[in-house]
Nanobody, 129 residues
Framework: QVQLVEPGGGSVQAGGSLKLSCAVL????????MGWFRQFSKNEREAVRAIDSWGSSKYGESVKGRYTISRDSDKNTLTLQMNNLKPEDTAMYYC???????????????????????WGQGTQVTVSS
């Protein structure tokens, strides 16, 4: 059974940094798009940053320049370095691996495609002002 384990998260003051990590078990992630998503309370989940199987990252204009996604396909891990955090970044963050596609694009990341992802359990990030 595929498992995505997400230690990390936590609380930080505005302007601070956090690093999220994700380990994928029982699945070879090498050929698949991976991503970090977040969900604000009572809102729908949204893609934050995604990375193609070949390492090209994209998406998340609101976090561009502040968040960096990286992957290690040999270790089946995904990380998200978050800098200059803002209170509006407070959310539950989810690691995910696509089940079908190597390319992260508007179709792959669309909400109606969420059933085609493996999901982590989520980790809370709280940014105080």
């Amino acid at each position: 059974q595929v498992q995505l384990v997400e230690p990390g998260g936590g609380s930080v003051q505005a302007g601070g940094s956090l690093k999220l990590s994700c380990a994928v078990l029982q699945h070879n992630t090498r050929d698949y798009c991976m991503g970090w998503f977040r969900q604000f309370s009572k809102n729908e989940r949204e893609a934050v940053r995604a990375i193609d199987s070949w390492g090209s990252s994209k998406y998340g204009e609101s976090v561009k320049g502040r968040y960096t996604i990286s992957r290690d396909s040999d270790k089946n891990t995904l990380t998200l370095q978050m800098n200059n955090l803002k209170p509006e970044d407070t959310a539950m963050y989810y690691c995910a691996v696509n089940r079908r596609y190597s390319n992260c694009n508007s179709y792959t990341l669309a909400r109606y495609e969420y059933e085609n992802w493996y999901w982590g359990q989520g980790t809370q990030v709280t940014v105080s002002s």
